[in-house]
């Protein structure tokens, strides 16, 4: 047994602001295209985006400079990153370093995963931004 009071350690400084508890599904969605849905969490230095692939499914080829983790719950996706293609299912999970090329589709069935991008990913910032901006209906 390793020694879990550093890590469970109570007196590291004062908190900015307060924690907050968060239903995955009352997020407004964001479609960010046909068959891509995005529910994203966002901290002051991580973001945390719940992702949606219906079937035949997309997300096109693309590189950022956020350090990105992919965790996929459900179904299956393919992911190329910068040439290497594979199919992943539910508890795998791909690190992505920043400007890593990638991209991601699904085929017959949908998926559905989590993206953690640290530091929050900006052109997901400024989508919520604007959903946040845009009328209600």
Do not use: K, W
């Amino acid at each position: 047994m390793t020694d879990t009071d550093p890590y469970f350690a109570t007196d590291t400084g004062l908190a900015a602001t307060t924690g907050r508890f968060v239903e995955v599904a009352a997020i407004d969605p964001i479609e960010i295209l046909p068959g891509l849905v995005f529910r994203p969490v966002a901290g002051e230095r991580v973001l945390v985006n719940f992702v949606h692939f219906e079937p035949n499914t997309e997300a096109p080829m693309h590189d950022h400079e956020e350090e990105q983790v992919v965790v996929v719950l459900e179904g299956e996706i393919e992911f190329d990153v910068d040439g290497d293609v594979r199919t992943l299912r539910p508890g795998e999970a791909i690190h992505l370093p920043p400007h890593v090329p990638h991209a991601a589709r699904t085929h017959d069935t949908s998926c559905s995963e989590m993206d953690i991008f640290a530091p929050p990913r900006r052109a997901l910032v400024a989508l919520m931004e604007a959903a946040a901006e845009a009328p209600q209906e």
